[in-house]
C-alpha cells in the first residue's frame, strides 16, 4: 500500500508496458523455468550487437594500406601472391585499441569497465529475475495457505502470506537484483575482452603471413561465429540462473519472514540431453544453501534448465509436502522409463 491506495502490481515493476500475462512463465516437463522465450530475446539481442561489432572490423581491417606482389616459387617456378600490410607497431597498437573499443561499445556501451546506470542488457536479466521472484512469492503463500489450515502456528498465530507487492519494492529485493545484473556485465565483459583478443590474433598472424584481405576477412568472421556461440551460452546460462536465483533468494526471503522452516526440490529438465547428475536429483530434497552449493559447483549451471519448487519443512527435517515432491518424482519417472526403453 502506497499513500492508502492499492497500485496495480505493474506499477510496483517500474514498467508500464508490463501485465501480468508477461509476468508469469510458460513451463514445460522440457523448459521448467519457463524462461525459452526470454533465453531467445538475450540469445538474439547479443548475436545482432556481435554481428554489428563484426561490420565495423572488417571495415576497420580494411583500411590498412597494403600492396600486392607476385613471386616465383625456387620449386616449381609457380608465381604465388602475397600481400604486404602497412602496419608497424604502432598501427597494431591502434588497431587493437580500435577492437576494444569496437566490442566494448557494442557488448558494454561504455569503455570505463563500469557497468552503465541504463545498460541494455539490464533488462534482459531483470525480467527473469522478475519472474522468478512473483512466482516464488506466489507459490510460497500457497504453502503458507496449506500451513494455516493444516493449523501450523508461528509464535501462538497462524503464519501470515507475503504481500508480492512488499517484495518487489524492497530495498533487499533491488540489492539482490543489482548483484545478479553486476554478474552478468562481468560474464559480457569477458565475452567482449575475449572476442577482441582472438580477432587481433587473426589479423595479426594473417598480416605476417601475408595472405589475402579475404582470406584475413574468413578469419575475422569464424572467430565471431565462436563469440555467438559463446553469446548462445552466456545468455541460456544467465537468463535460467537470474530466474532460479529469485526463487532461492525469495525462498530465503519468505521463509524468514513467515517463520516457516523452508526447502526446495530439484525439478529436472525432461530432455534427452539432460545430463544425468542433473536427473539424478529430481524429486529429491534440498535446502537451499545446498541446491546452490551444487548449482555453483563446476559447470552445473551452463546450459542448466533445471529449477526448484519450494517445500516446508518439519522440525525433524522431513519433508511436510509430500504429495508435492512425489508428483514430481512421478513426472520424472515417467520420463525416465521412456528413455529407457527407447
Known amino acids: 500500500m502506497l499513500g492508502g491506495k492499492r497500485w496495480p502490481l505493474y506499477f510496483y515493476l517500474g514498467n508500464d508496458n508490463l501485465r501480468c500475462g508477461e509476468f508469469m512463465s510458460k513451463k514445460t516437463p522440457q523448459d521448467p523455468t519457463g524462461q525459452a522465450r526470454n533465453r531467445r530475446k538475450g540469445t538474439k539481442q547479443l548475436s545482432r550487437r556481435l554481428v554489428a561489432a563484426e561490420r565495423e572490423m572488417k571495415a576497420l581491417f580494411r583500411s590498412i594500406p597494403r600492396s600486392v606482389r607476385r613471386q616465383t616459387s625456387i620449386q616449381n617456378a609457380e608465381q604465388k601472391t602475397f600481400y604486404d600490410y602497412d602496419y608497424n607497431a604502432q598501427a597494431q597498437a591502434d588497431l587493437t585499441s580500435s ?34 521472484t512473483a512466482e516464488e512469492v506466489r507459490d510460497f503463500n500457497q504453502l503458507v495457505a496449506g500451513a494455516v489450515v493444516a493449523g501450523t502456528l508461528v509464535n501462538g498465530i497462524p503464519p501470515q502470506a507475503v504481500p508480492i507487492e512488499q517484495v518487489l ?11 545478479v545484473q553486476v554478474s552478468s556485465f562481468g560474464d559480457i565483459k569477458a565475452l567482449s575482452e575475449k572476442t577482441a583478443a582472438q580477432v587481433m590474433q587473426e589479423i595479426n598472424s594473417g598480416i605476417e603471413a601475408k595472405v589475402s584481405p579475404s582470406k584475413i576477412g574468413k578469419r575475422i568472421s569464424e572467430r565471431f561465429r565462436v563469440s ?30 513467515t517463520g516457516l522452516r523452508a526447502g526446495v526440490v530439484h525439478v529436472s529438465a525432461l530432455l534427452p540431453t539432460t545430463r544425468s547428475w542433473h536427473a539424478d536429483r529430481h524429486g529429491n530434497a534440498y535446502t537451499v544453501e545446498d541446491q546452490t552449493e551444487w548449482w555453483n559447483t563446476g559447470a552445473n549451471r551452463i546450459y542448466c534448465h533445471c529449477t526448484t519448487k519450494s517445500i516446508l ?20 519417472e515417467s520420463f525416465f522409463n521412456r528413455t529407457r526403453t527407447t
Do not use: H
Not at 524492497?170 to 539482490?176: K, P
Not at 527435517?317 to 512425489?326: D, S
Open 99 to 132: 577492437t576494444e573499443f569496437i566490442l566494448n561499445d557494442q557488448l558494454l556501451e561504455t569503455q570505463t569497465g563500469i557497468m552503465p546506470f541504463a545498460w541494455y542488457w539490464k533488462k534482459d536479466i531483470e525480467l527473469p529475475y522478475r519472474q522468478g
Open 169 to 179: 519494492i524492497s530495498e533487499t529485493y533491488r540489492a539482490r537484483l543489482g548483484t
Open 228 to 257: 555467438r556461440s559463446d553469446a548462445k551460452r552466456i545468455a541460456e546460462t544467465e537468463v535460467n540462473k537470474a530466474y532460479n536465483d529469485a526463487k532461492l533468494d525469495t525462498t530465503k526471503q519468505i521463509s524468514a519472514q
Open 313 to 332: 519443512i518439519g522440525k525433524s527435517g522431513e519433508v511436510i509436502n509430500v504429495e508435492l515432491q512425489e508428483e514430481i518424482r512421478e513426472e520424472g
